[in-house]
């Protein structure tokens, strides 16, 4: 499974692509709007920083706007995937905008039909949103199983972005549905790295040296 960042934090990116499990990254407008930074000067850091693809998404609503928008993203690098809501012009859109072979990513997916829609219509990526539909009381991962399982079953090249991901039982579900990808927050991030066990593990291991060999360092008993 992918890992991208749902982040517009080049600082969250560079972070976690430094661990080296980093596949690209996914931005929205509310995550643009909490840097307050300039869009394009983002985009542009982030696609120096991920080799994968960076989801940027249109504000626009109607087919040529959608359009124009993502034929602008799409120029800051060949990295970008155009973030296009799902409705009728967003479907429309990415048809057209397959042909012209732009990356889409379909987003604010929350049913099983709208993606196979999206998937038909060439989506490069759909992004079913788990959290929200826990959220009003759906199992948001039920969707992602049956969209996993469709598209199996039809061998459709689009990739499945597990999104709205809000703790590491959606990392871990998202995996075993066999999710392409799955793009998660910062803070969920190092939630995965967390274990009480490892830590106190490693707090024992050390007091247990220190208490045999005292400050000798590993290096000086392996001489
Ligand atoms: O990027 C889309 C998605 O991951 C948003 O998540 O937490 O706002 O539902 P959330």
């Known amino acids: 499974m992918k890992f991208f960042l749902d982040t517009a934090f080049v600082h969250e990116i560079r972070e976690v692509a430094s661990w080296g499990i980093l596949d690209g990254v996914t931005t929205n407008p509310t995550l643009v709007a909490k840097t307050g930074r300039n869009y394009r000067e983002i985009l542009e850091e982030i ?11 249109v504000l626009s609503l109607d087919f040529e706007g959608m359009v124009r928008e993502a034929r602008e993203l799409s120029k800051v690098s060949e990295k970008i995937a155009v973030k296009i809501p799902f409705t009728k012009d967003g479907l429309k859109a990415v048809k057209y905008l397959s042909s012209e072979g732009i990356k889409t990513n379909v ?5 099983p ?21 826990d959220d009003i009381s759906h199992v948001g991962m039920d969707m ?9 079953n039809y061998d459709f090249e689009t990739e499945v972005i597990v999104a709205s991901v809000r703790n590491p039982i959606h990392v871990v579900e998202a995996a075993l549905c066999g999710a392409h990808i799955v793009t998660v927050p910062y ?6 790295l967390k274990h009480p066990l490892t830590d106190i593990g490693i707090e024992r291991f050390l007091a247990d040296w220190k208490k045999a060999f005292g400050n000798i360092s590993l290096l000086d008993a392996i001489k």
Do not use: N, Y
Request: hydrophobic fraction near 50%; include cysteine; charge should be negative.
């Open 47 to 57: 696609c120096s920083i991920v080799d994968g693809p960076v989801s940027a998404e």
């Open 107 to 111: 987003t604010l997916i929350f049913s």
């Open 113 to 133: 039909s709208q993606a196979l829609l999206a998937a038909k219509a060439g989506a490069t990526f759909v992004s079913p949103f788990v959290g929200r539909l």
């Open 144 to 152: 992602v199983r049956t969209i996993c399982d469709i598209f199996s």
């Open 187 to 192: 803070s969920v991030m190092e939630l995965l």
